[in-house]
């Protein structure tokens, strides 16, 4: 079997999958990946089960060489890949043999890129996921972000590898990133502790994401929001996409690392179809908020699912 | 306390059940009631359940069940919440060894209370606490009900770095801190258990609506239980606590 050495480690990679949901009544967060629909791509591409840990990584990928056959895709945000200098494709599976080196240029649009490889990579689950927690320096490989020198082990046999069909997306459903989103959200759950003026800014005025956004939450800078009587609550539980807003007014979209509890109102939650897009949003960009009911917002996830189900039957097969 | 839930929506995969707007032993067991109602049921589409001060929080999956399908499955339960048996809630015991170097602001508790050292642990130790929640990090339990007279304002410069196990005081809040983090409370002591393993079955062992008791203990036991804990031989004590009064 092969293995991935780290030649020279992104800012920020970590192996997520799915994460821990169940265990968030323990006060574990769930942690997992920030862009489902890339990730899923991303283990379609090289014939894994949808929810195979994979690498995340933000801004730049590493650069890594391999010790044997394999076979990975790289899915997410924009950037080059590069086989032994060339220039080579991401959306699509590449096969690689011993001493092959494999680099990144910086993402130009988006922020995460997902690493798959076939037959997923070979580190232990703790509490039934392989997703790095690192604030309790658990999971993934040690508990912690990639560094330089580290070598991962891959599962997949030379047998298994020989068998596999390289793929490629359709080119329809490979995503594009824009400096400006809207993101669908219902309101709710603490929508009763704003002002109406302050859901009329919420949903009617453009917000900024801060540099101070990261796995954890997306912190915004934009018009204040009006709450009735100030932000505090007696601390509650807190889901994938929530917008709480605190005291002074500014939203923060919660993402995989946050806390399960907190003490701050929720204006409103991000539907779960339109993550994928808050999770490769950069700094600098721009969000407005649309809101749309409940039954709305199921079905779009509905439509998500769909979506999923066509990138997989519409994957081209290549030759190799 | 509302006489009837209010159910609020959290996004498309979750919703709310909140049973009041304090914080209240009585809340909390509705809180509970209601957790162990949806548990029993075993729902192939409940994904996850995280129970809060005054609320449960319900996460579904839409693909399976539908918000108005949630919602009145819900409801039904809670109106019968009031015939269920709820089984005793556990008692998780936490050995502590208190002062000391491993409880370094036992003497700024005793200073602000007045009160010696013994008097800070036998009040300390001398009721159990009720779980209302766990947050913050794995295995961080919220408790409530700590005794007024050893009440003490946190430090007013935290620690980078305070070791799991560590037990402490802020304001009129008792807990243990579950890992290493940083935390300005008042260390009184530490325990050598592990309330947060992640390769222990189960990782956690207490759930909210439990209590836990702190037992004082001395230097050589301290070094014996956390032998034990090392060596995965050590039994937790974790066992039902009869009857419903507060001891």
């Known amino acids: 079997m092969s293995s991935v050495k780290i030649k020279m480690a992104g800012p920020l990679t970590t192996i997520q ?3 821990r949901i169940e265990y968030q009544q323990s006060g574990m967060s769930v942690s997992g990946v920030m862009d489902d629909y890339s ?14 840990g994979v690498l995340e990584c933000t801004l730049l990928g590493p650069t890594m060489e391999f010790t044997g056959d394999a076979v990975f895709a790289v899915t997410g945000a924009t950037a080059q890949v590069k086989v032994n200098g060339q220039p080579s494709f991401i959306w699509r599976a590449i096969r690689v043999k011993a001493g092959d080196t494999v680099s990144f240029s910086m993402t130009t649009s988006g922020t995460r890129l997902y690493i798959a490889f076939a037959g997923g990579i070979d580190v232990p689950e703790v509490m039934g996921s392989k997703s790095t927690y690192m604030k309790a320096k658990v999971g993934g490989f040690e508990g912690r972000n990639l560094k330089t020198g580290d070598e991962l082990q891959l599962s997949a046999s030379e047998e298994a590898l020989s068998k596999i069909v390289l793929k490629e997306a359709s080119p329809r459903m490979i995503p594009s990133y824009y400096p400006e989103v809207t993101l669908r959200a219902v309101l709710g759950p603490q929508d009763d502790c704003f002002t109406k003026a302050g859901i009329n800014t919420f949903f009617g005025t453009p917000y900024k994401v801060t540099s101070d956004s ?21 601390s509650d539980g807190i889901v994938i996409g929530a917008v709480q807003v605190p005291g002074n007014g500014k939203p923060i979209i919660l993402m995989a690392d946050r806390q399960t509890t907190g003490g701050y109102t929720k204006i409103a939650t991000v539907i779960t179809a339109d993550l994928p897009l808050v999770g490769q949003m950069r700094p600098g960009s721009f969000i407005r908020f649309q809101k749309v009911t409940v039954e709305a917002a199921q079905q779009a996830l509905r439509e998500y699912a769909d979506k999923i189900k066509i990138f997989k039957t519409c994957m081209l097969s290549l030759p190799g | 306390m509302n006489e009837k839930a ?14 009041g707007n304090e914080i209240s032993e009585e809340i909390s067991a509705k809180v509970r009631g209601m957790y162990l109602a949806i548990e029993q049921k075993k729902f ?11 609320s449960l929080l319900v996460q579904y999956d839409p693909l399976q069940c539908s918000y108005e399908e949630i919602l009145e499955t819900l409801q039904g339960l809670e109106d019968n919440l009031k015939n269920m048996d709820l089984p005793s809630p556990n008692i998780l015991e936490i050995p502590t060894l208190y002062g000391g170097e491993l409880g370094p602001d036992l003497g700024s508790v005793c200073e602000h209370s007045g009160l010696t050292e013994e008097e800070v642990i036998k009040i300390h130790s001398g009721r159990d606490y009720l779980v209302y929640m766990l947050g913050f990090t794995p295995g961080f339990s919220y408790l409530g009900g700590m005794d007024e007279k050893i009440a003490t ?13 560590s037990v402490g005081i802020a304001g009129s809040q008792t807990g243990i801190y579950s890992i290493d983090s940083p935390g300005g409370w008042q260390l009184i002591g530490k325990t050598p258990i592990l309330l947060y393993d992640p390769q222990r079955k189960p990782p956690i062992l207490h759930h909210a609506g439990d209590y836990i008791r702190f037992v004082p203990i001395d230097q050589k036991k301290y070094q014996s239980i956390e032998e034990a804990v090392k060596n995965g031989t050590y039994e937790y004590r974790y066992f039902p606590k009869e009857g419903g009064a507060v001891k």
């Open chain 2, 6 to 19: 209010r159910y609020l929506i959290a996004g498309d995969s979750s919703i709310v059940v909140e049973f």
């Open chain 2, 44 to 54: 192939p589409f409940i994904k996850a359940m995280n129970p809060t001060y005054r």
């Open chain 1, 39 to 52: 990730f899923r791509a991303a283990n379609l591409l090289v014939g894994n089960p949808e929810t195979e």
């Open chain 1, 17 to 19: 999958d799915k994460g």
């Open chain 1, 214 to 234: 990261d796995r954890m939450g997306y912190r915004l800078d934009g018009a204040v929001i009006e709450h009735k009587k100030g932000g505090d609550i007696i």
């Open chain 2, 153 to 165: 304002p946190r430090l007013k410069t935290p620690r980078t770095k305070i070791p799991g196990g």
